[in-house]
T-cell receptor
Framework: DQQVKQNSPSLSVQEGRISILNCDYT??????FLWYKKYPAEGPTFLIS?????DKNEDGRFTVFLNKSAKHLSLHIVPSQPGDSAVYFC?????????FGEGTQLTVNP | DTGVSQDPRHKITKRGQNVTFRCDPI?????LYWYRQTLGQGPEFLTY????????KSRLLSDRFSAERPKGSFSTLEIQRTEQGDSAMYLC????????????FGPGTRLTVL
């Protein structure tokens, strides 16, 4: 039972444009959502999070949107930079363990 | 650097051998988590500690796996009688355990079982 899904295995965008990464979940008990960035052979690096009581959270170039009724969240990166190229994981929790999606490989082309 | 640290970073072993990994969490973080990641998948939860108490274990944690956090600081994860299917990246994370509880990950230990 895949409770968190990232349906796009890969995404390619041009430098300076917007990157939009999507994530869907099924468990209505999840109340905190996070995005992590991962380079090969390294651990995930925390990027940004959102509580279920909010619908938007911004941090610099990164914005996360949460649509609770649709059980959907998205990460917007604008403007995208070549250094943003990595695998992005969304994760969700209801208080302890994180449940991760499968990841989306983002490639930002110069 | 006061982030989460893991040792070793890489481990190659033969099938049937025992291995032990260590994780040092961020100082004063009460919660410590272990995850496993295989190629093309997101990390999967294994177990977590609140201080020295092991509060939750995944069904992925077979009886060949054991984790400890004896003094509520560092933790060890031992795999006995390793199998080729144990080959994965083992990730440790820590958090405060309060409020909106963000988990911060270490660099991971890459295990290869031959």
């Amino acid at each position: 039972d895949q409770q968190v899904k990232q349906n796009s295995p890969s995404l390619s965008v041009q430098e300076g444009r917007i990157s939009i990464l999507n994530c869907d979940y099924t468990n209505s008990m999840f109340d905190y959502f996070l995005w992590y960035k991962k380079y090969p052979a390294e651990g995930p690096t925390f990027l940004i999070s959102i509580s279920s009581i909010k619908d938007k959270n911004e941090d610099g170039r990164f914005t996360v949107f949460l649509n609770k009724s649709a059980k959907h969240l998205s990460l917007h990166i604008v403007p995208s930079q070549p250094g943003d190229s990595a695998v992005y994981f969304c994760a969700a929790t209801s208080g302890s363990r994180l449940t991760f999606g499968e990841g989306t490989q983002l490639t930002v082309n110069p | 650097d006061t982030g989460v640290s893991q040792d070793p970073r890489h481990k190659i072993t033969k099938r049937g051998q025992n291995v032990t990994f260590r994780c040092d969490p961020i100082s004063e973080h009460n919660r410590l988590y272990w995850y496993r990641q295989t190629l093309g998948q997101g990390p999967e939860f294994l177990t977590y500690f609140q201080n020295e108490a092991q509060l939750e274990k995944s069904r992925l944690l077979s009886d060949r796996f054991s984790a400890e956090r004896p003094k509520g600081s560092f933790s060890t994860l031992e795999i006995q009688r390793t199998e080729q299917g144990d080959s994965a990246m083992y990730l440790c994370a820590s958090s405060t355990g309060t409020g909106t509880d963000t988990q911060y990950f270490g660099p991971g230990t890459r295990l290869t079982v031959l």
